[in-house]
C-alpha cells in the first residue's frame, strides 16, 4: 500500500470497526476517502486470511485428535483382549 503513512497510522489507531462508523457519520476528511477504502479492504483480506488460516489449523487439530481417539480405542481394544486372553488361557 503505497499511501500515506500518518493517514495509515491514524486507521491503524483507530481500528476498522471505528473507522466505518467515521466513514458513514462523515468523521474523517472527504479527501482521505480512497485511501479509507484501500485501508478498509486490505485489512478485510487480511482478516479473512487469518480466519481461513485459523479454520486450517482447527481442521488440522481435529483430524489429529481423531486418529488419537482411534489409536487410544485400538490400544483398549487389545489390552481388553490380552487381558481376557491372560484370564482364559491355563496358566502354569
Known amino acids: ?10 486507521l491503524e ?7 466505518r462508523l467515521l466513514l458513514t ?15 478498509l479492504a ?4 487480511q482478516e479473512r486470511e487469518s480466519d481461513r488460516a485459523s ?3 482447527l481442521s488440522q487439530m ?3 485428535a481423531n486418529k488419537a481417539a482411534w489409536i487410544a480405542a485400538i490400544v483398549a481394544a487389545i489390552s481388553m483382549i490380552i487381558a481376557w486372553l491372560a484370564w482364559v488361557w491355563p496358566h502354569p
Not at 486490505?42 to 483480506?45: A, L, S
Request: glycine share 8%.
Open 1 to 10: 500500500m503505497n499511501e500515506d503513512p500518518q493517514i495509515i497510522n491514524h
Open 13 to 19: 489507531e483507530l481500528g476498522p470497526a471505528q473507522v
Open 25 to 39: 457519520t462523515g468523521g474523517l476528511p472527504p479527501l482521505w476517502q480512497p485511501t479509507i477504502i484501500r485501508w
Open 42 to 45: 486490505e485489512n478485510d483480506r
Open 55 to 57: 479454520r486450517v489449523e
Open 62 to 64: 481435529a483430524h489429529s
